[in-house]
């Protein structure tokens, strides 16, 4: 078995591949107060519930955008599991040609993905993660990342709004039937939901544009991609366990 860790800055994604099957997923909150041993404990009593056999993990491989809890997932990985765990950073093969002025500054989340997307689904295509932050990528036909761009997540738009003004409340992130809203709890959800919505069509349809190509298919993951998915009209896959596919493809081709 392979075990995956995708720590984000919201949540630390775990998954366990027996090959290509996801055996299981899980989820624990990103915070740095964990300590190297809590966190072991805590997976060992996830696959005790599963009544997974945690000995069989055969390797492990992450990837992080929290530089500062990196530390601790390694010490975890090696105290609890008795192994290091392989990092996506420069050196790894990932088999993307990434066409950034600087490839080593590319998030190795947006790498994961990148990977999973054209392996799974083909070139060309664009991927959207609807994390903390929102980010786009494109890849060509031949699997080359392109570019994309990045902008505030769904909820950290919405705590913006709230903490950033005096009198608006808080909201629950639920899409309203209409855009003319009668309460200021709905105008705050159509302002913010379906804004979202058509920044992610425009964005989408510039990529395309600026891409030049016909047939792209557009892959939606990510927290809030569902509910984006559902209203805006240029998404046609929603994998929300891509990142963590990544990963197992990227472990994969570091074996030979």
Not at 137 to 147: I, N, Q, T, V
Not at 203 to 218: F, H, P, R, S
Request: charged share 20%; proline share 3%; hydrophobic share 40%.
């Amino acid at each position: 078995m392979i075990l995956t860790l995708d720590i984000g800055n919201t949540n630390i994604k775990i998954a366990v591949f027996e090959g290509e099957e996801m055996v299981h997923y899980w989820r624990l909150s990103t915070t740095r107060k964990y300590t190297s041993d809590e966190m072991g404990v805590m997976i060992h009593q996830m696959f005790a519930h599963e009544k997974l056999d945690i000995k069989k993990i055969e390797g492990i491989i992450m990837s992080s955008v929290v530089p500062t809890v990196n530390f601790t997932v390694e010490h975890m990985c090696r105290d609890y599991l008795g192994m290091e765990p392989m990092v996506v950073a420069p050196g790894v093969k990932t088999g993307i040609d990434i066409r950034y002025e600087n490839p080593r500054e590319l998030g190795s989340d947006r790498i994961c993905n990148a990977v999973a997307a054209y392996t799974l689904y083909g070139g060309p295509c664009i991927y959207i993660d609807f994390g903390t932050a929102t980010t786009f990528g494109a890849l060509d036909e031949k699997g080359a990342f392109l570019g994309g761009c990045i902008c505030p997540g769904v909820k950290l738009t919405s705590e913006a709004l709230v903490s950033g003004t005096a009198k608006l409340p808080h909201f629950e992130l639920v899409m309203p039937d209409n855009v003319l809203g009668k309460t200021t709890i709905a105008n705050l959800q159509s302002g913010v939901l379906n804004g979202y919505v058509g920044q992610v069509n425009y964005l989408v349809n510039q990529i395309k544009k600026e891409m030049g190509c016909k047939n792209i298919k557009v892959i939606a993951t990510g927290g809030m991609a569902r509910m984006i998915a559902e209203k805006a009209g240029v998404i046609d896959v929603i994998d929300g366990l891509l990142t963590l596919k990544g990963l197992r493809l990227i472990w994969e081709k570091n074996q030979n």
